[in-house]
């Protein structure tokens, strides 16, 4: 069934459809909508499903991780400095190995306040072990909210599924909706591998000493550092169930594709913009654009920021001749994360030439600042048709000093 409606609803329907079984929320723009329409859905009985208001998105994501502990799937979610907020809840979850799914509804941290679009949010927490997804629209909202589900209860790893706020949580666009019974089909009851039970009580997550030891019986419990190394080795497995979770998605609902990037005229380009969210979808017409001038343009979607896929990223980028990264974040002191992340790729990935593409760097959309398409033609045209003296320049696009 196809509808029309806002990304905030298109994700609820999400969580909705993967029979989560306990939603708890605090309110906060632009991420509210999203919120009420669960527990709209709970309150009417169409979800089956504990709806549980806190006093803080602390505490939300601190319910989520009870429930989730006792075996129930868990979801929250929250914007800017809500997310914050939550930030040692959010470390917790990592480490406790929860599937626990949250929405981000990406928003510009204060302060000075703000309540537009950028990414600074999620952006700042990609180092707590969190898998993150991005969606570009609203039926990657849908489609990554019970995707997210699905990978975080195999690999024991949250996700985050991140969205722009307004540019997409409160348009309105025509996005499918899958019948409760097929996502049934892809998407099981939660079966946990382990859950606490009042009958067999136990402690989770104790204090743990440096170094591996052994109790009286002989039995070892692993150290801190093990644990750690753990989760790492987890999460860069987690791209391979990824692309497993992706393959299934397809067959079963007939749409997906490539879980870790979107390319667009990539295959000939010799100059390609990257981007995250809308943003990236606002470039293609751009590369259009330049197309008609003769310039080989294209456009590379990062839809899996962490684990990031830098092989595949470096791999779509190798053959170019430059690399333009637009960016609505910034890693003060340094430049945009996505671009040191993409930097670091293509540093990886260089063939035996050492030869790679220059990649520029364009910070833009911070606190909500219009991106126009003009001010997009005009940088990424620059970027394809100007001699690059000076790569490592930060530059920004619509400020004004």
């Known amino acids: 069934m196809q509808i029309i409606e806002s990304g905030n609803v298109a994700a609820a329907l999400g969580v909705k459809l993967s029979r989560a079984q306990v939603v708890a929320a605090y309110p906060i723009t632009p991420q509210t909508p999203l919120t009420e329409k669960l527990s709209e859905f709970i309150e009417a009985e169409d979800m089956e499903a504990q709806y549980i208001p806190v006093e803080s998105e602390h505490s939300a994501l601190a319910v989520c ?8 799937r ?3 979610a929250t914007s800017a ?12 979850a990592a480490g406790a190995r929860l599937p626990i799914v949250m929405c981000v509804v990406n928003r510009g941290v204060g302060a000075p306040w703000t309540v537009w679009n950028d990414h600074q949010d999620s952006m700042s927490q ?3 072990g969190w898998i993150q997804m991005y969606a570009n629209d609203h039926q990657q909202i849908i489609d990554s909210v019970i995707k997210a589900f699905c990978l975080a209860e195999e690999v024991m790893v949250p996700v985050m599924v991140c969205y722009d706020g307004y540019l997409l949580s409160h348009t309105y666009m025509p996005f499918d909706v899958p019948e409760t019974a097929v996502v049934d089909r892809f998407l099981p009851p939660y079966k946990p591998p382990y859950a606490l039970d009042p009958h067999t009580p136990a402690n989770l997550n104790t204090v743990t000493l440096p170094d591996v030891r052994s109790d009286i019986h002989g039995n070892q419990a692993h150290g801190y550092m ?37 390319s667009y005229r990539c295959d000939d380009a010799e100059f390609i913009a990257v981007g995250i969210g809308s943003l990236s979808y606002h470039l293609r017409d751009v590369a259009d654009s330049l197309r008609d001038e003769g310039i080989r343009a294209g456009v590379l979607s990062v839809n899996l920021y962490r684990p990031f896929p830098a092989a595949i990223i470096a791999k779509t ?23 040191a992340d993409i930097k670091s790729a293509l540093y990886q990935g260089i063939d035996g030439s050492g030869r790679r593409p220059f990649v520029l760097n364009y ?27 000076n790569v490592d320049e930060l530059r920004w696009i619509g400020l004004k000093l």
């Not at 991780?65 to 129930?72: C, D, F, K, L, R």
């Not at 910070?363 to 003296?389: K, M, P, W, Y």
Request: glycine share 10%.
């Open 126 to 128: 990609r180092d707590t």
């Open 65 to 72: 991780i009870a429930a989730s502990s006792a075996g129930a």
């Open 74 to 76: 868990s979801f929250t």
């Open 81 to 92: 400095n809500g997310l914050l907020y939550m930030h040692e809840q959010i470390h917790w």
């Open 226 to 262: 093990e644990i750690r190394h753990f989760l790492q080795e987890d999460m860069r497995s987690s791209t391979q169930a990824l692309a497993r979770v992706e393959t299934r998605f397809k067959e079963i609902f007939g749409r997906g594709g490539n879980p870790f990037i979107e």
């Open 363 to 389: 910070i833009l959309g911070l606190g909500g600042r219009e991106i126009t398409t003009r001010d997009l033609h005009d940088a990424f045209r620059q970027s394809c048709t100007e001699v690059q003296d």
């Open 317 to 339: 980028l190798r053959g170019c001749r430059g690399v333009a990264v637009f960016e609505k974040a910034l890693s003060y002191g340094y430049q945009g994360p996505l671009c």
